[in-house]
């Protein structure tokens, strides 16, 4: 006979946390939320990879890319770049994370002297990019032919089919610097000739980098940036159970710190496979995550395969419809309580810990507080990222109001699917994912420092200062519905009639 859970599943909206006392020395600046990233000897040893906040980006095409990973990694998180493309263009990927250096960008915004004003146009509306080298093949490692900012053009009088060439600073009146430039020697070129970049050229005047006047700052100031021991960025990488044998090798090549399995359901044979074979080939030197599951025994399977950290959640993504055309899934808090106490149970018998992602299914920013308190080391999230400048998709107007595309690993537009693997060749198949467009929110520092603030906000709520304080301190209390009401403004004539889910997150 099936089996039957006692309790329904549920969500994080059907959840609160009851505050504790705060003690005086209990503030957010005091707030640390460090946590581990992949298994360890807890107690023994320290964990080889930790996160310096609680979250990383979804392994999806509209979320994680390179310029994705440098933006994440400087605020302490990490990204894994998405599988759904060739081996080479991600291995690509994560070798451009490890090249670049906190203040000098690869341009992904490259003209070619044949491009049109109206081109030029449209991708800086695209992008969001005002600056764009000129190169002669109008790709970054071009020769470098000149730059077009918002100075070179004005639409009023100029006709849209007119050639990059024709209107263009040309190198010949572009201050430049040569490769080996330190970032303050940079810094002060920008200032002693008032520009607003600089192109830093190789010997032969091929385009490397630009350097910004107003990233110096930033870069300054970032004391969460998670950096390996050759200070460059940290950065994932997303992998499938069908071609490990090729990829994995070009992505540890490209410098990849963390591999994940990428797939819907990873209580499999494959998962275990893919494990065995990483461990076969690079013993521990290389550190994989696999998932998702949602119970204890999907857990215990994949922890005593060896994952290095298991991602918990199936269904629960904003974009995903794997419960509607599958009937699988488990509400996301349910899963993360209950993984979370398979994971201590694993810790209590082996001494080993292993890290548990709560993945997909964040709405608002205390649903992260929620995932802590719950038992999650860390959580992955897909919407909140692609609402970015940093995430690969297109910007857009849709009715009146700036958009960003966000689309699942599943739809018919990603056509991943290596992530939903059972064996053999693909002849038919079907969509567990849709294609949607979500809020344009601007740039992810901004939005996630205002994230990060509400979490420590409510951890000092329950009095304590570090992520397993929290989850030890927290008092969870489910909710009625009547009370979700009482929860938001009510009663009240709202003068802003944008309810307040649609203003913030
Ligand atoms: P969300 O943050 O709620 O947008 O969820 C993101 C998560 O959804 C991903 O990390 C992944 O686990 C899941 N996903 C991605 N694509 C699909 C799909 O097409 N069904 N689901």
């Not at 490692?141 to 040309?170: A, C, H, Q």
Request: aromatic letters at 8%.
């Amino acid at each position: 006979m099936a089996f039957y859970y006692e309790e329904p599943s549920r969500t994080f909206n059907e959840y609160l946390l009851v505050p504790g006392h705060t003690p005086a020395s209990c503030i957010p600046a005091k707030v640390d939320l460090k946590t581990p990233l992949v298994r360890y000897r807890k107690g023994q040893e320290e964990c080889p990879i930790s996160l310096n906040i609680p979250m990383v980006s979804a392994i999806m095409a509209a979320v994680s890319d390179d310029h994705m990973a440098v933006a994440l990694a400087t605020e302490g998180g990490i990204s894994f770049i998405y599988g759904n493309q060739t081996i080479e263009s991600e291995a690509a990927m994560v070798a451009r994370v490890k090249a670049y250096k906190a203040g000098f960008v690869v341009s992904d915004t490259n003209l070619s002297p044949d491009t049109t004003l109206e081109e030029v146009v449209a991708l800086k509306e695209q992008t969001g990019h005002s600056t764009m080298p000129v190169t002669d093949n109008g790709q970054a490692g071009g020769k470098l032919l000149g730059i077009v900012t918002e100075r070179d053009y004005r639409l009023s009088r100029m006709s849209l089919d007119t050639k990059v060439s024709e209107f263009m600073t040309p190198r010949e009146n572009l201050v430049v610097a040569t490769e080996g430039t330190s970032l303050k020697e940079a810094n002060d070129i920008i200032w002693d000739h008032k520009l607003n970049s600089l192109p830093i050229v190789d010997a032969n005047d091929n385009l490397c980098y630009l350097v910004f006047r107003q990233d110096y700052d930033t870069h300054k100031e970032n004391p969460l940036e998670l950096l390996d021991n050759e200070k460059r960025y940290l950065v994932g990488a997303g992998i499938n159970s069908r071609d490990y044998a090729e990829r994995v090798p070009a992505l540890v090549e490209a410098g990849a710190d963390v591999l994940c399995i990428d797939s819907s359901e990873g209580y499999s044979d494959w998962q275990k496979m893919t494990i065995e074979w990483v461990r076969e080939h690079y013993g521990n030197d290389v550190k994989i995550g696999a998932g998702n599951v949602v119970d204890r025994e999907g857990f215990r399977f994949l922890a005593e395969a060896g994952a290095d950290f298991i991602k918990v959640g199936i269904g629960g993504g904003s974009i995903c419809i794997t419960r509607e055309t599958k009937g699988i899934g488990r509400g996301q808090a349910t899963a993360t309580i209950e993984v979370a106490k398979a994971r201590d149970e694993y810790f209590e018998e082996t001494g080993i810990y292993v890290p548990i992602c709560s993945d997909g299914g964040i709405v608002y920013d205390h649903h992260i507080s929620l995932a802590l308190a719950m038992g999650a080391d860390f959580v992955m999230l897909g919407r909140y990222f692609a609402r970015f400048d940093e995430s690969p998709s297109a910007k857009v107007m849709v009715n009146g109001t700036y958009m960003k595309e966000y689309w699942g690993e599943g739809s018919a537009r990603a056509r991943n699917w290596g992530r939903y693997d059972l064996g053999g060749k693909k002849s038919l198949s079907f969509e567990e994912g849709v294609d949607s467009y979500v809020p344009y929110a601007g740039s992810l520092k901004d939005n996630i420092a205002v994230t990060l603030l509400k979490i420590k906000s409510t951890m000092c709520n329950c009095g304590a200062l570090t992520i397993p304080e929290f989850r030890d301190k927290a008092k969870l209390t489910t909710v009625s519905s009547t009370s979700i009401v009482e929860g938001g403004a009510h009663d009240v004539l709202l003068k802003d009639k944008t309810p307040y889910a649609s203003r913030v997150r």
